[in-house]
């Protein structure tokens, strides 16, 4: 207990880290996703296809390389360059956006046409009927499957340690380097990523409980 005792601030430290990376690019992601969304939607054909090329180029290649060529292929430009948690933050959030993108759009997809005649029977324009009446129907549906999705993006953080980032990957890499004991170490970082999927799961569960269900 001496070891854990002694790791744990540590690994609080860059539990931290990860979880400040995971929520900013969860919320860039979902944005992604919403535009890009929209661009499959869209009756305008070049803005289908970029969404098209984008979804299928995102979710057609592993993270890993999606990481490696945003931070190791994109700083070789002279142009352009990111630190590795700008490069960490960017890849989970495209990442995330692509898988989004098509969580939103079928939840769009699942809201009666007839709903849209009415709003324009009302007098709505597009945008207001996208903001007022499908997207608030449409967020209920689709919110255990974003859930989901945040989930293994969140898993997907620990892959961020290859590039140097202190999350709580990589902290257990240096307790274990520093200890020897990495039964105890890694077992404690499974606890602490556990712990707080766990409770992004009970979050899912009452908003799903309470948005959904109701």
């Given at each position: 207990?001496?070891?854990?005792?002694?790791?744990?601030?540590?690994?609080?430290?860059?539990l931290q880290v990860t979880l400040h990376i995971f929520?900013?690019?969860?919320?860039?992601?979902?944005?992604?996703?919403?535009?890009?969304?929209?661009?499959?939607?869209?009756?305008?054909?070049?803005?289908?296809?970029?969404?098209?090329?984008?979804?299928?180029?995102?979710?057609?290649?592993?993270?890993?390389?999606?990481?490696?060529?945003?931070?190791?292929?994109?700083?070789?430009?002279?142009?352009?360059?990111?630190?590795?948690?700008?490069?960490?933050?960017?890849?989970?959030?495209?990442?995330?956006?692509?898988?989004?993108?098509?969580?939103?759009?079928?939840?769009?997809?699942?809201?009666?046409?007839?709903?849209?005649?009415?709003?324009?029977?009302?007098?709505?324009?597009?945008?207001?009927?996208?903001?007022?009446i499908i997207l608030p129907q449409a967020f209920r549906?689709?919110?255990?499957?974003?859930?989901?999705?945040?989930?293994?993006?969140?898993?997907?953080?620990?892959?961020?340690?290859?590039?140097?980032?202190?999350?709580?990957?990589?902290?257990?890499?240096?307790?274990?380097?520093?200890?020897?004991?990495?039964?105890?170490?890694?077992?404690?970082?499974?606890?602490?990523?556990?712990?707080?999927?766990?409770?992004?799961?009970?979050?899912?569960?009452?908003?799903?409980?309470?948005?959904?269900?109701?």
């Amino acid at each position: 207990m001496d070891i854990i005792t002694a790791a744990f601030p540590y690994l609080l430290k860059g539990l931290q880290v990860t979880l400040h990376i995971f929520v900013i690019a969860i919320i860039l992601g979902f944005m992604i996703g919403l535009i890009m969304a929209l661009f499959r939607l869209a009756p305008i054909k070049i803005l289908n296809w970029i969404a098209k090329i984008f979804v299928d180029a995102i979710r057609g290649t592993p993270f890993l390389v999606q990481l490696y060529f945003i931070y190791f292929g994109i700083n070789s430009l002279n142009w352009i360059s990111f630190n590795n948690t700008t490069a960490g933050i960017i890849t989970v959030g495209i990442n995330a956006g692509a898988y989004f993108a098509e969580i939103i759009r079928a939840g769009i997809q699942s809201i009666d046409k007839g709903q849209t005649e009415a709003a324009r029977s009302l007098g709505l324009t597009g945008v207001q009927n996208m903001r007022y009446i499908i997207l608030p129907q449409a967020f209920r549906r689709m919110l255990p499957t974003i859930t989901n999705q945040s989930i293994i993006s969140l898993k997907d953080t620990s892959l961020l340690s290859i590039i140097g980032i202190a999350d709580l990957t990589q902290q257990g890499q240096i307790q274990t380097a520093a200890t020897f004991e990495a039964f105890k170490i890694w077992l404690t970082v499974g606890v602490m990523y556990f712990v707080i999927i766990y409770l992004l799961s009970l979050l899912s569960n009452f908003l799903e409980r309470r948005f959904v269900l109701r």
